[in-house]
T-cell receptor, first 114, second 112 residues
Framework: GNSVTQMEGPVTLSEEAFLTINCTYT??????LFWYVQYPGEGLQLLLK?????DKGSNKGFEATYRKETTSFHLEKGSVQVSDSAVYFC?????????????FGKGTLLTVNP | KAGVTQTPRYLIKTRGQQVTLSCSPI?????VSWYQQTPGQGLQFLFE???????NKGNFPGRFSGRQFSNSRSEMNVSTLELGDSALYLC???????????FGPGTRLTVL
């Protein structure tokens, strides 16, 4: 079956530091990959996505590249802000077939200090 | 375009009761999925509906059920509540031909 493994948190950084959150996956076929972010007391917001190998998703300074050879989709940001403090989830969904569900990693709590 | 809405936002129930949660998808979206989020188990898929038909179901007991109406609004029901059902229940909608899902704010259910 499908599975997503992301680095354990929590991650604590100072403002303007570089961020990497690792994510690897196991899936059949060619899944689409996503990063979602959850702010305290809120639902999930789609941060970025990639639908095929070597695609780079980007949004709000965050980037992630779909690496099929290493089955990875690591999230990066060059300079984090206090407002980036949240929980980040890596997820996948199989394209096509009858699988319409997202499979999530366990989430990584990021805290950015001023 | 309005986002996914869920009602109520908060619920407190006691063991043995039943509860119904509601989700209104983004206008034009016909697929609605439900997820349970708990600190221990993380985000787990409950079920997905498209055009009033359940297409996929997660590994949850039969106490968890759902349905979708002709206007794509969806409800999920949990009967005979247990303490372990305390969770944030998230609804997500998706447009036809798209595989990205857009989430609502969730319903926080507390079972006492």
């Amino acid at each position: 079956g499908n599975s997503v493994t992301q680095m354990e948190g929590p991650v604590t950084l100072s403002e303007e530091a570089f961020l990497t959150i690792n994510c690897t996956y196991t899936a059949t076929g060619y899944p689409s990959l996503f990063w979602y972010v959850q702010y305290p007391g809120e639902g999930l917001q789609l941060l970025l996505k990639a639908t095929k190998a070597d695609d780079k998703g980007s949004n709000k300074g965050f980037e992630a590249t779909y690496r099929k050879e290493t089955t990875s989709f690591h999230l990066e940001k060059g300079s984090v802000q206090v407002s980036d403090s949240a929980v980040y989830f890596c997820a996948l969904i199989n394209s096509g077939g009858s699988n319409y569900k997202l499979t999530f990693g366990k989430g990584t709590l990021l805290t950015v200090n001023p | 375009k309005a986002g996914v809405t869920q009602t109520p936002r908060y619920l407190i129930k006691t063991r043995g009761q039943q509860v119904t949660l509601s989700c209104s998808p983004i206008s034009g979206h016909r697929s609605v999925s439900w997820y349970q989020q708990t600190p221990g188990q993380g985000l787990q898929f409950l079920f997905e509906y498209f055009s009033e038909t359940q297409r996929n179901k997660g590994n949850f007991p039969g106490r968890f059920s759902g349905r979708q109406f002709s206007n794509s609004r969806s409800e999920m029901n949990v009967s005979t509540l247990e303490l372990g059902d305390s969770a944030l229940y998230l609804c997500a909608s998706s447009g036809q031909g798209l595989n990205e899902q857009f989430f609502g704010p969730g319903t926080r259910l507390t079972v006492l």
